[in-house]
């Protein structure tokens, strides 16, 4: 069964940084397009970043272009999100996803998440 876990969530001021990984496991991660996806209290699921398969290509939500960037360690199978410039906006659960195909926004599997929360 595929696993996916998040973790490096936390609480951050305004202004703040944090990087985000998701350890993946149980399939052939380096043949797989993934994502991060993360959803609001009360909001549905927002699309935030793609990265292709080789870790080449990447693609951005307009929300966090320029602040985040997404990369991935194929030889540790990990893929990360570098988060920069945090506003309180960006306060969600956050999760790594894998994706059906390239650049889809269709996923098969997910992770738990882990919790960014952006507040003074």
């Known amino acids: 069964q595929v696993q996916l876990v998040e973790s490096g969530g936390d609480l951050v001021q305004p202004g703040g940084s944090l990087r985000l990984s998701c350890a993946a496991s149980?399939?052939?991660?380096?043949?797989?397009?993934m994502s991060w996806v993360r959803q609001a209290p009360g909001k549905g699921p927002e699309w935030v970043s793609t990265v292709n398969a080789g870790g080449t290509m990447t693609r951005y939500a307009d929300s966090v272009k320029g602040r985040f960037t997404i990369s991935r360690d194929n030889a540790k199978n990990t893929l990360y999100l570098q988060m920069n410039s945090l506003k309180p906006e960006d306060t969600a659960l956050y999760y790594c996803?894998?994706?059906?195909?390239?650049?889809?926004?269709?996923?098969?599997?997910w992770g738990q998440g882990t919790q960014v929360t952006v507040s003074s």
């Open positions: 996803a894998r994706e059906l195909g390239a650049f889809s926004s269709d996923y098969d599997y």
């Open positions: 149980r399939f052939t991660f380096s043949s797989y397009y």
